[in-house]
């Protein structure tokens, strides 16, 4: 379906599972990803009786592009919208990277509209060869060919066993990349610009009252370990979770550890 946000725009929603519970699930994508990025984790879910909602940011792939940089907090007010639209006066959230930074800063400014998170990958503080990478990122969206773009930020978020395992797959994906539209990664750089001008938000942890699971990838090399334990610092009520053999892409890397954990986590939360 398609609900406007406040500005007018498009942001594509799916709504699946048990549409009726009155507990929600909902996923928040990574800075380069779509909805389909979580069919794998989200089916635990759907069949544990959980409503699932997943959307597309705008400037994402399925929503309509942005055309100016945006920040977390129109981003959080557009899920609250969502949430408003589909009548969910609280929902668990779980977001990867990008999304869990978003989710951070709605569960920090609507506190009692986040019933229990997780943030995977994520950071609430930045520093200067993140900024650097990001940046980089913004450079080859400018190239033509697409793969050398794919290739080009590959490297510095998937771990080296998924690499050497899923290197041909990988292949495909970034002769993929060509079929993309342009607008795709015209409003890649503004989300990259987001996450530079607005993901430095540590002191706002304390505002954060919500059960919270903080996992990452032991080698993830764009958002590394000490920004998740910053985060799980300072959220008072939180889990800590270091995932073994895996990079920045945990959703894709370490699928089955991850949803053993996410699904252990909000059944505690849920009974």
């Known amino acids: 379906m398609i609900i406007k946000n406040q500005f007018g725009l498009d942001m594509y929603v799916e709504v699946s599972g048990n549409v009726n519970s009155d507990t929600t ?3 928040l994508n990574g800075v380069m990803a779509s909805v389909s ?10 069949k544990l009786g959980f409503r699932v909602v ?26 609250i919208h969502i949430m408003d639209t589909l009548q969910i006066s609280s929902a668990y959230l779980i977001g990867t990277s990008y999304g869990g930074e978003i989710s951070i800063k709605l569960a920090s400014l609507y506190p009692d509209r986040v019933a229990g998170m997780a943030v995977i990958n994520s950071v609430s503080e930045t520093d200067a060869l993140m900024i650097a990478t990001v940046n980089h990122w913004k450079k ?89 334990q910053i985060i799980a610092k300072n959220i008072v009520n939180s889990e800590f979770l270091l995932i073994v053999d895996c990079g920045h892409v945990t959703i894709f890397e370490q699928t089955e550890t991850l949803v053993s954990a996410l699904v252990g986590f909000f059944l505690k939360l849920r009974r």
């Open 37 to 46: 990025s979580w069919n794998d984790i989200k089916k635990p879910f759907e």
């Open 25 to 27: 699930v909902m996923f």
């Open 140 to 228: 080859l969206c400018d190239i033509e060919d697409k793969e050398v773009f794919f290739w080009g930020m590959a490297t510095s978020i998937y771990g080296v066993s998924y690499m050497e395992k899923f290197f041909d797959t990988m292949a495909i994906r970034a002769k993929a990349m060509n079929q993309l539209p342009a607008s795709y990664f015209s409003s890649l750089k503004f989300l990259i610009d987001t996450f530079v001008q607005d993901a430095n938000m540590t002191n706002e942890l304390v505002n954060v009252k919500c059960p919270t699971l903080v996992i990452c990838g032991e080698d993830d090399r764009l958002k590394p370990v000490k920004y998740s």
């Open 54 to 79: 997943c959307h597309d940011f705008v400037g994402q792939l399925k929503s309509n592009p942005l055309t100016t940089v945006y920040s977390f907090e129109m981003h959080a007010k557009d899920v």
